[in-house]
Structures are given as structure tokens and as C-alpha cells.
């Protein structure tokens, strides 16, 4: 049963796009007895033993513990039939992801794909699983180093970055979310944008606190507003993708800080405008290219115009920044 | 038999004779744009006109009735406050252009809101003006101290959060006050015309369009050239608004009437000169660039010679 459970993890290299329901996988070779499993994984009733099929719960519960069954999750295709599913999970063996480890499961990614058939019986219980619960009964990854664990993070958050940077169509930004890079991001444009504390004078540029809340609140107010006018991502996809885009005004700041050491005069000024007028159209394809498709066709430009003009104003403090 | 008669849409002749038939129906005139000049023909004063043009156009049927199934949701759901946003994008430029012609007789809230306030307008144009205002007088004192020696450029980023408190706070205490008064006013006489809060702010927070590319052109560095812009847009808004408000008072007693439409003119003149004189430095000072310049290149003339 352990092996049975575990090798089909190994089997599949892009096993991080897809969230499954391991429990529901066992019971398809070990007969139904999903509630007082389920009941026992979510650890919300040790105590309150479920009477099952098979009538002894503890027994139940011993059988859990000896399977090291892993939460419930949701597995994108897996309540297809299995012919479907199989030529799913060979497409998904394709698509984008590290082979032979997992990747920080997203929230409530693949729920907008379940479609139940009927041979499989819906069970157990909708938790949201934590991470790190995720990786103690995950025994793929138990046993890995830290820097494995470490490096997987990095290099999800370094593929984003590069989805930023040649935005394609592609949906590996919004299903597998993180606010790694956004925070990132935003720290070193607050930290490289603020004046310093030797400044005396009141009217200066921005305080970290100032830029650090534009950011913030800027994107929350764009998710409110794009879900206010009907669209259907959600919150944390949308500050995801509005986080990463703004690498490329990271990047100009860079910039413009490297050409500020030259000698000011109006060509050094010229030379900024024109790196921020890249950087800045850079940053609206991008998010566009992944933002646009999630509203309703007539209200798309509703829904890019708070976009624009929020990147407007961090590129505004961009220009401006004088050291 | 008799409820599916009612909501056969027939064709009315005149509201004047269908009221003589019936004089406890409620009409409401469905024609086209193209018949209204005929409909504004025989027994009419001064005030009818306005009131069937408060009444609607083609389709007001269909909006008053969805004006009353629409915000349905409890105000703790998500779904009440999309009821808000339900405009389109097509919707809201119409709005926009409602607010940027303002024709006499045509009332802004009738015409383009028609029982859909919508928040996007508001919230959205007010803070491209914060932003605009903010960017356009740090522009223009950069642009005008530009010559001068001892003139260090600072963003000014303070100057952000003042102009937001001031704009966010005139379009929405403003239009809660004014709807408040008008309320008051309501119970004491018995107006035809009466707004929801809403529809209030949506008024101002549309008016306030015209001042975005006002704050733009107010980089230009001439003071006649400001006041001439402050002017235009003044009367563009001040029209949006006086004409909006005035069906709203004009029952009342003269004296209050009058003093509620100056009021509001007022309140409007003073955020657009108080907003001119606070974030845009008088151009005056762009004489003293040519006369502090010239001195010091003599001066640094002769230091180095």
C-alpha cells in the first residue's frame, strides 16, 4: 500500500502542478473507506472516532499512521475517467515544472478544474493545507537536503522572473502563485527609493513606508477593482502577477542609479527618461498579457487603466529619484 | 388578462391626454429621441419640460425596474458592492462626455446615470487627479526654478498624500453634506426631484473630470494663461453641477434655492484655485532666472579668469 501510494509521485515529473486527492487514490485499490481517514488526516478529531466500514477506528487510525497518508488535496484530473486522465497526466508530465521534485502547492489552483464523474465516490473534507504538513507526509521531500528545498523555492520564483521578462500566455504565474518575488521586489525598490535620514528637508522623496504602501495598497486596489468589475482570478493570483511585473522598473531603478554616478546634465536625464519609457511598457505588456484575459471582454479597459497608472506612479518615483 | 395588458409596452400618444384618461396612472413616455421636439409642444410650463425629461428616456422603463431588483445582496456580501461596478466601458466614457459638454435642459443624472450609480468613476478619476495635480506642480516648480543656481530639485512626494486628502474628502464630504441638506429640504417641501446619495457622488466625482487635463496644462508656466484654464473649467463643471442641482431646489423658497446652487459653485471654486495656488508656484518667479543668471556667470567669469 505505502509503495503503492508513493510510487506514483515518483512516476510523475510534473507531480507539482497537479494537487490530488491521495486518499481518494487509495481507496480506488483498497475499497471506500475515505470519512474516518479523512477525519484522521485533518487532525481536527483524533479524538472523535468515526464509526466506517470497517467498524473500528482505531484500527482505521493505526492503518493511517502506518500510510503516512498526506492531506487532502485536490488532484486536477482525477475524477476524470481514467483513460482521460492518464493522457492528462502525460500532458501534464510535459508542461513546465522540475522534474522529480515539488513545488510549493498552490491554494486553490487546480479547484476550478475538478470535474467529478461518477464511478468515484466524492469524499472527505476541504482543508487547506499548510505547506510545511504537506512536506513532514510528503516523503519525496522529507528526506532532502535543505538546500534542495531551498533551491526548489529559488528556482520557482527565478521562472517567474523569466515568464516577467518574455511574457508569453502562459499560466504558470497565476496557478502557481507566490509572493516571494513581489515582496522581494518591493523591499529593494522601497529600500533604493527612500531618502535618507540625513535629509533635513521635509518635502523630499518618498519614505520607505510611502513606497512600500503604494505598492501594497496599489495592487490590493487593482484586485478589488478587477473583482468588482467581474473577473474571475483571484486575489492572490492577481498580486502575484501585479507583484512580478514590477521587475522590470526594478530594473530601471538599477539603471538609473548606475547613470545618476555619471555627470548630471540633461543627457544623463534623457538617457533615464527613455530606460523608465521601456521599463514601463515592458511592465504593462506584461501584467496585460496575463491580467487581460481574466475579465469580461467589455470591461477590459476598465480593468488595465488602474494597472496603467499604477505602474505610472512607481515609475514617476523611478524618474525622480534623486540621490 | 390584466397583468399581461400592463406589461405590454403600448405606444401613448401624448402624456397629456393619457392623463385625462386616467388621471391616477402613472405615465411614463417610452418615444424615441427623434420625437421628443414634439413632445415638448403644447400645454407645457417651464417646469413640465424638465420633469418628463426627468422621467426619461427610451429605456428608463426597464431601469426602474431593475433600479429595484438590483441591490438585493445584504451590504456584508461581496455581490452588494458589485452592484456598484456595473457599468461598462462604453458606459463610462459616455459618462465622462456627459460631464465634459454639459448641454442646458439635460440633466446629468437622468441622462447618463439613469438609476446606475457606479463607484469605478468616482474613486478612479479622483485619484488620476490626486496623481495629476501631485506630478503636475512638481513639473512646473522644476520646469520654473530651472535656471536657478541654488534651486535643488526634490520630488516633493509629501504633497501626494495632502492633494488625496483634499480631493478624496471634497468628493465624498461634499456630496454627503449637499445630500443631506437636500434631504432636509425634502421633508419640509415636497420636491419632484430627489437623488440617492450615490448618484451624488457620482455627479461630483464625474465633474471633477475636466480638471485632469486642466492640472496637465497647468505646467504652463503663465499666470494668464492658469487663470484662463481655471476659468474654463469652472464653468464646464460648475455647469454639470448647478444644472444637476437646480431641478432639485427649485420648489423650495427662491432665497434657499439660489443659495444651495451658489453654495455648491462656490465650494467647487474653491478646491480648483486652492489646489492651483497651493501646488503650483507662482510663475512670477520665472523673471528672476534670466536676472540671477547673468550676474553669476559674470561672477564666475571672473572667479576663473
Known amino acids: 500500500m505505502p509503495g503503492e501510494e508513493t510510487q506514483p509521485r515518483s512516476r510523475d515529473p510534473g507531480s507539482d502542478l497537479r494537487i490530488g486527492l491521495e486518499c481518494g487514490r487509495v481507496n480506488l485499490s483498497g475499497g471506500p473507506r475515505g470519512p474516518e481517514e479523512a477525519n484522521e488526516e485533518s487532525g481536527t478529531s483524533p479524538q472523535h472516532p468515526v464509526p466506517g466500514p470497517f467498524g473500528d477506528a482505531a484500527v482505521a487510525r493505526r492503518r493511517a499512521d502506518e500510510l503516512r497518508l498526506p492531506r487532502l488535496r485536490f488532484r486536477k484530473g482525477l475524477w476524470e475517467r481514467p483513460g482521460s486522465r492518464r493522457a492528462k497526466m502525460a500532458e501534464a508530465a510535459e508542461s513546465p515544472g522540475e522534474p522529480g521534485t515539488t513545488s510549493p502547492r498552490p491554494l486553490f489552483a487546480g479547484l476550478s478544474d475538478i470535474s467529478i464523474s461518477q464511478d468515484i465516490p466524492v469524499e472527505g473534507e476541504i482543508t487547506i493545507p499548510m505547506r510545511s504538513r504537506i512536506r513532514e507526509f510528503d516523503s519525496s521531500t522529507l528526506n532532502e537536503s535543505v538546500q534542495n528545498t531551498i533551491m526548489r523555492d529559488l528556482k520557482a520564483v527565478g521562472k517567474k522572473f523569466m515568464h516577467v521578462l518574455y511574457p508569453r500566455k502562459s499560466n504558470t504565474l497565476l496557478r502557481d502563485w507566490d509572493l516571494w518575488g513581489p515582496l522581494v521586489l518591493c523591499v529593494t525598490l522601497a529600500l533604493m527609493l527612500q531618502r535618507g535620514s540625513a535629509d533635513s528637508e521635509n518635502d523630499g522623496g518618498p519614505q520607505f513606508a510611502e513606497v512600500f504602501v503604494i505598492i501594497w495598497f496599489g495592487a490590493v486596489t487593482i484586485t478589488l477593482n478587477s473583482k468588482l468589475l467581474g473577473g474571475n482570478i483571484s486575489f492572490f493570483q492577481s498580486l502575484c502577477v501585479l507583484g512580478y511585473c514590477i521587475l522590470p522598473l526594478t530594473v530601471a531603478l538599477l539603471v538609473c542609479r548606475l547613470v545618476l554616478l555619471a555627470k548630471p546634465g540633461p543627457i544623463n536625464f534623457i538617457v533615464r527618461l527613455f530606460v523608465v519609457i521601456m521599463m514601463f511598457a515592458w511592465s504593462i505588456v506584461a501584467s496585460t498579457a496575463f491580467l487581460a484575459d481574466s475579465q469580461p471582454p467589455n470591461r477590459k479597459a476598465l480593468a488595465v487603466y488602474p494597472v496603467f497608472l499604477f505602474y505610472f506612479v512607481i515609475s514617476w518615483m523611478i524618474l525622480t529619484f534623486t540621490p | ?305
Open chain 2, 1 to 305: 388578462m390584466a397583468a399581461v395588458d400592463d406589461l405590454q409596452f403600448e405606444e401613448f400618444g401624448d402624456v397629456a391626454t393619457s392623463l385625462a384618461a386616467n388621471p391616477d396612472a402613472t405615465t411614463i413616455n417610452i418615444e424615441g429621441p427623434g420625437e421628443t421636439p414634439k413632445r415638448l409642444g403644447p400645454p407645457r410650463g417651464s417646469g413640465r419640460e424638465e420633469d418628463d425629461e426627468l422621467l426619461g428616456n427610451d429605456d428608463s422603463d426597464k431601469t426602474e425596474l431593475l433600479a429595484g431588483q438590483k441591490k438585493s445582496s445584504p451590504f456584508w456580501t461581496f455581490e452588494y458592492y458589485q452592484t456598484f461596478f456595473d457599468v461598462d466601458t462604453y458606459q463610462v466614457f459616455d459618462r465622462i462626455k456627459g460631464s465634459l459638454l454639459p448641454i442646458p435642459g439635460k440633466n446629468f443624472v437622468r441622462l447618463y446615470i439613469r438609476s446606475n450609480p457606479d463607484l469605478y468613476g468616482p474613486f478612479w478619476i479622483c485619484a488620476t487627479l490626486v496623481f495629476a495635480i501631485a506630478i503636475s506642480g512638481n513639473l512646473s516648480n522644476f520646469l520654473i526654478h530651472l535656471g536657478e543656481k541654488t534651486y535643488h530639485y526634490v520630488p516633493e512626494f509629501r504633497k501626494v498624500s495632502i492633494a488625496a486628502t483634499i480631493i478624496y474628502a471634497y468628493a465624498w464630504l461634499v456630496p454627503f453634506a449637499l445630500w443631506g441638506f437636500l434631504l432636509w429640504r425634502n421633508s419640509k417641501v415636497m420636491n419632484i426631484v430627489s437623488y440617492s446619495f450615490l448618484e451624488i457622488v457620482c455627479v461630483y466625482g464625474y465633474s471633477l473630470f475636466i480638471y485632469i487635463p486642466t492640472a496637465i496644462l497647468w505646467i504652463i508656466p503663465q499666470k494668464a494663461v492658469r487663470w484662463i484654464l481655471v476659468m474654463m473649467a469652472l464653468g464646464i463643471s460648475g455647469s454639470v453641477l448647478a444644472m444637476t442641482f437646480w431641478p432639485a431646489v427649485r420648489e423650495d423658497n427662491r432665497r434657499v434655492a439660489l443659495a444651495t446652487i451658489v453654495t455648491i459653485v462656490l465650494l467647487h471654486t474653491l478646491l480648483s484655485v486652492g489646489c492651483l495656488a497651493y501646488f503650483f508656484d507662482a510663475p512670477e518667479v520665472d523673471h528672476l532666472p534670466t536676472t540671477a543668471v547673468v550676474p553669476n556667470q559674470t561672477v564666475v567669469a571672473a572667479k576663473s579668469s
